[in-house]
């Protein structure tokens, strides 16, 4: 018979390939999970790194590190607590390190080494996403004309986003404009500052808006507003005095022309 037609040949050959099957996956399935661990934080909040151990036999070495940096961890046989970053703290049963004071510099990847006293395992990479909500966007307005306003809406938050306008009233399409946009980070503590100014043209009466990042808005304003009643009023007796004067100005000076003529003539 040949080898191939042997029942136990290919029995073995099965358990072999389903061996190596098993085998891939278990090995996949390692890798995938440690791509996957995924932790994320408010600036001033605080995370918890559980780095998970494959064998649970008495750990020699603990690593929490970023990059090449220490971040906190332990030798069976050594106190390097001094080393560790001063925003955390270790979890000596559970291979877990807790992290405070969170700020944007924080971000980025993170890797747990664990040596056991029979096992070596592979790096744990966890990967830190520190963000910040929004401030509330304040607006700033200049009129100066009484025919346009500029506007500038600003807030600050991370990661960018863009700063967005809801405008409603007549014919609003024509009658604002975004001119400027940006987006700037600050170099120390790289929060964004969005900000967008846009000019809105009164020549069509008033106008609401508010501006918002992401789910975050501002209150609701106006902006091209008439005239309040109270400065109405005065304006109205301002004009009637003013025309008072000019009116009684042309009588006096026609007056005089009438008396000047009747001089004249009367010579
Ligand atoms: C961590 O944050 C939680 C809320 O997110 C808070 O209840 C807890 O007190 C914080 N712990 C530390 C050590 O700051
Ligand atoms: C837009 O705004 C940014 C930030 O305020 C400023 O640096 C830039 O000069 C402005 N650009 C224009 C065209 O006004
Ligand atoms: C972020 O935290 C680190 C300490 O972990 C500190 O050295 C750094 O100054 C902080 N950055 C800001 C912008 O607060
Ligand atoms: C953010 O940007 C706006 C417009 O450029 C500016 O008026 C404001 O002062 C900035 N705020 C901060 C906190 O930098
Ligand atoms: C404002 O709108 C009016 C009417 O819609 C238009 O005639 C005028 O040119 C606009 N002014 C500016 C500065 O765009």
């Known amino acids: 018979m040949a080898p191939r037609c042997n029942p136990q040949f290919l029995n073995l050959k099965l358990?072999?390939?389903?061996l190596a099957v098993l085998n891939m996956m278990w090995h996949s399935s390692v890798t995938e999970v440690a791509a996957q661990i995924q932790l994320t934080g408010e600036?001033?909040?605080?995370?918890?790194?559980?780095?998970?151990?494959?064998?649970?036999?008495p750990i020699k070495l603990f690593y929490l590190q970023k990059g090449q940096v220490f971040v906190n961890g332990y030798y069976a046989s050594k106190n390097i607590e001094d080393k560790a970053w001063e925003n955390?703290?270790?979890?000596?049963?559970?291979?877990?390190v807790h992290m405070n004071s969170l700020n944007i510099s924080h971000s980025g990847d993170y890797q747990c080494h664990i040596i056991s006293d029979s096992h070596t395992q592979p790096a744990t990479v966890i990967h830190l996403t520190v963000t910040a909500s929004y401030s509330k966007p304040k607006a700033t307005m200049d009129?100066?004309?009484?025919?346009s306003c500029t506007v500038t809406c600003a807030s600050h938050g991370y990661p960018g986003d863009k700063m967005m306008w809801n405008v409603t009233g007549s014919q609003k399409d024509e009658s604002w404009k975004v001119v400027n946009r940006s987006e700037m980070n600050d170099p120390y503590t790289m929060m964004v500052n969005s900000s967008s100014t846009a000019n809105f043209n009164c020549s069509n009466g008033e106008l609401k808006f508010s501006?918002?990042?992401?789910?975050?808005?501002?209150?609701?304003?106006?902006v091209c507003t008439p005239l309040d009643p109270e400065e109405l009023k005065d304006n109205v007796i301002v004009a009637a005095m003013c025309a008072?004067?000019?009116?009684?100005?042309?009588?006096?000076?026609?007056l005089l022309c009438w008396k000047c003529r009747k001089g004249q003539k009367g010579r």
């Open 143 to 147: 009129c100066r004309d009484g025919l």
């Open 88 to 96: 955390t703290k270790l979890d000596r049963n559970k291979t877990t």
């Open 43 to 57: 600036v001033g909040g605080n995370v918890t790194f559980r780095c998970p151990v494959a064998k649970p036999t």
């Open 211 to 222: 501006c918002f990042v992401g789910d975050v808005t501002s209150n609701m304003f106006s």
């Open 244 to 254: 008072v004067v000019v009116i009684s100005f042309i009588m006096v000076i026609l």
């Open 15 to 18: 358990s072999l390939r389903l």
